[in-house]
């Protein structure tokens, strides 16, 4: 051995020679190593035993393959050993050998990196004891090496995992740990550790009564066993009064579950929520000032509210009447062009076909060039066909004029303020533009219209505005009668009557007494001599209405239809141009599964 060694090791302490007793000893010695080396050869441990006197190392096979050597790849000496230690663990280890050897340890336990061959380390659990002579020197130490590699790597990665936990919960508001069926703490975060004034290291496996009193300890303890027990978890909200003030918590407590679906510990969190009941509080003291404000902002909006739809009105039939009336503008220039060629294309076409009536006449036998084409183009049905599209295309056009007129008609651009004008064209233009909605449709028949039209001379009125107003009502009953009669037998229909009232009072009066039937006194009036009045019905055999929405049709904003189909503003507005532009009347009658009526009542000539 040499000095280096022997100073290591042995503390400068010579080995004494007793050759007879030691050469005894070495044989026992060479039985029991391969004893042993039999006995390991099935395990998966590393035999090896260290002469220290020599300084020779013996590894055995599984030791070396261990490190990925075979059994000649590697010499047996201490230097090469020393060789194979990561030069991090080398200290440690050496000087856990010498504690063994000073008798400061009943074993020599180490675990450490040793150098594998394919230049990456092993960690391995190395175990063994001394070997000493008669006179209690020690000459020989022997021991196990096992491959504990995959357990490290397993520690490491427990270990970062346990630290992206803990930077997680230390990260969270929230007051968060974890305690062991006992109820001793586990883990903690630093929100807890700034609560109570502790750290991680010192309340680990503590209870506690390391915190608050015997007392509270024992009640938070019985419900970390309750939450075990019966396998649920906990809620409360609790007050704790600090320095700075009274905090309120509310805490979760819940058992966290091993793989075989046991409870093995306890989990809680608690938030401070004082700031949140703080806004509570602040919320309600405000809520009873925010009442009395909205109480007047009402009153304030209902004002606005009416002004608004006035200016959306106003607005709203600016913009169709223009668009109206710009679509009737760009759609009759050409049309007025079709249909005033139309006569002469009539004409060129009557022309050319008698040209060729007379060649079939004195040319009854064309080259096969031209009989050809004759047959290919079918000559005979062509000269059939070709009047009737042209007539076709009058129809056509006459229809579209027809429509053009009665836009323009109903957008009225072209009469500014009062004019006299006739309320059945305007009630005609507002049906054609509602055509559409009165066809048949997928669920119900085609709503029929039933004009009563009395006689009755021009009105003096913003002709518009009016049609605006035929528009809204009969909107809304083609609505009442779509919703009535969707999936029934019975057709829809819509009655519209005209006639003249003068100004005796009787008549009012009759009438309003008169809810089933408003129309009685139509015929009384049909004819008289002076009329000052005239009457527009329009009924429909819908569902009618109860006597609470018929009480607030006329108010701004209410609808009885879905979100997004109606905006409460069409018979405010009615009610608005009626009543308070025209001086008029605007009535409803209605009653559940009876329909609806609406009495519309203008003066023929507006008073001055």
Known sequence: MTNLTNELLLGNKKVESEVPILQQSEQLLLQSQE????????????????????????????????????????????DEWKKKVHPDDLEQVLA?????????????????????????????????????????SPYRIAGLNTDITKRKQAEETQQEREKQLQDIIDNSTAVIYVKDKESKYILINRRFENLFNVTKEDIKGKTDSYIVSPEAAEIVMANDQKVLAAKTEICWEE?????????????????????????????????????????????????????????????????????????????????????????????????????GNLVHANQYTQDLLNLLSLYQQYYPHPVPEIQDEIEAIDLDYLVEDLPKILTSMKIGTDRIRQIVLSLRNFSRLDEAGMKAVDIHQGLDSTLLILQNRLREKEGRSAI?????????????????????????????????????????????IITISTFLKDEDGSMKDETDS???????????YANIPHPSYVVIQIKDNGSGMTADVKN?????????????????????????????????????????????????????????
């Open 514 to 524: 008169s809810i089933d039937s408003p129309s009685r006194g139509k015929q009384r």
């Open 448 to 492: 029929q219209v039933i004009k009563e039209y009395g006689n009755m001379p021009d009105v003096e009125c913003h002709a518009g505005q009016m049609n605006q107003v035929f528009m809204n009502i009969l909107n809304n009953a083609i609505d009442a009668v779509d919703n009535y009669n969707k999936n029934r037998k019975h057709s829809g």
């Open 239 to 339: 007050n704790v009064l600090y320095e700075d003030g009274l905090h309120t918590y509310v805490s979760l407590k819940f058992p966290l579950y091993d793989r075989a679906g046991f409870p093995y510990a306890v989990c809680g969190i608690s938030t401070d929520i004082t700031d949140r009941k703080k806004a509570e509080e602040s919320l309600r003291k405000s809520e009873a000032q925010l009442r009395e404000k909205t109480i007047q902002l009402e009153q304030t909006l209902q004002k606005l509210q009416q002004t608004q739809s006035q200016l959306i009105q106003s607005e709203k039939m600016s913009g169709l009447g223009q668009l109206v009336a710009g679509i009737a503008h760009e759609v009759n220039n050409p049309v007025n062009f079709i249909y």
């Open 35 to 78: 004893l042993f080396e039999l006995a390991v050869l099935g395990a998966n441990d590393g035999l090896w035993d260290w002469n220290l006197e020599t300084n020779e190392i013996f590894f055995s096979a599984r030791w070396k393959n261990i490190l990925g050597f075979t059994e000649d790849e590697m010499q047996n000496n201490f």
């Open 552 to 608: 607030r049709i006329f108010d701004p904003f209410f609808t009885t239809k879905p979100v997004g189909q109606g905006t409460g503003l069409g018979l405010a507005i009615s009610y608005q141009i009626v009543v308070e532009k025209h001086r008029g009347v605007l009535k409803c009658f209605s009653e559940p599964g009876q329909g609806t009526e609406f009495w519309i009542e203008i003066p023929i000539q507006y008073p001055s």
């Open 96 to 136: 856990t050998l010498q504690a063994h050897f000073d008798g400061s340890t009943a074993y020599y336990e180490s675990e450490h990196r040793l150098l594998h061959k394919d230049g990456t380390y092993r960690w391995v659990f190395s175990r063994g004891g001394l070997v000493r002579n008669a006179s209690g």
